[in-house]
């Protein structure tokens, strides 16, 4: 089944402590995105990835670390997470086409609190 | 800057009413237009899509949206809601030049009414 998945789906931590949230597709995308989704602002771009190794910075990157070693594989990393890093975060991914790219695939979800 | 503009924050429309869900893109190039659902405790989902062709296109669900491309809108229109269309709605602008962003819009809940 193609899909995207995301690990955990559920996280509550402390600030400062850090932590990493894995995403995975099986679909041999190019485009590998992280949003995150807070009540009023929609879904905010954090990183995206084109393909391995090339990686930019979204609307809201900071706090935030991506990595794309393999084109699998899209971890998000939060060094030293803060409270107003607590939302709903979405990684997606999706095929690169000569004209952009295509329908986003979503992962379900990573809801992320920081006490 | 680029942005992305959703002019109804929450709608609530009895079952058989008609929707019409508003759009706007701050961008004069060449855009992927997209519309995305987010049902209650489900992944988003698209709806339908449009790059180039045909102004009007047709999506699941018997949702449609129509590019307009000199007001910049994408307007996403259902000629009449099921309570089972109850979710949130995405609007989502992938802008093709000098950048590889997805920018959404805030997005507009949406209640229907049995």
């Known amino acids: 089944e193609a899909q995207v998945t995301q690990n955990p789906r559920y996280l509550i931590t402390v600030t400062g402590k850090k932590l990493t949230v894995t995403c995975s597709q099986n679909m041999n995308h190019e485009y590998m995105s992280w949003y995150r989704q807070d009540p009023g602002l929609g879904l905010r771009q954090i990183y995206y990835s084109m393909n391995v190794e090339v990686t930019d910075k979204g609307d809201v990157p900071e706090g935030y670390k991506v990595s794309r070693k393999e084109k699998r594989n899209f971890p998000l990393i939060l060094e030293s997470p803060s409270p107003n890093q607590t939302s709903l975060y979405f990684c997606?991914?999706?095929?690169?086409?000569?004209?952009?790219?295509?329908?986003?695939?979503f992962g379900p979800g990573t809801r992320l609190t920081v006490l | 800057a680029q942005s992305v503009s959703q002019h109804n924050h929450h709608v609530i429309l009895s079952e058989a009413a008609s929707l019409e869900l508003g759009c706007n893109y701050s961008y004069g190039g060449t855009v992927n237009l997209f519309w995305y659902v987010q049902y209650p405790g489900q992944h988003l989902q698209l709806l339908l899509k449009?790059?180039?062709?045909?102004?009007l296109v047709k999506g699941i669900k018997g949702f449609e949206a129509e590019f307009i491309k000199s007001k910049f809108s994408f307007n996403l229109r259902k000629p009449s809601v099921q309570w089972s269309d109850t979710a949130e709605y995405f609007c989502?602008?992938?802008?093709?030049?000098?950048?590889?962003?997805?920018?959404f819009g805030t997005g507009t809940r949406l209640k229907v009414l049995a």
């Open positions: 449009y790059f180039s062709g045909d102004p």
């Open positions: 997606a991914s999706s095929l690169f086409l000569a004209g952009g790219s295509d329908t986003q695939y």
């Open positions: 989502a602008v992938w802008f093709t030049s000098g950048t590889y962003k997805y920018i």
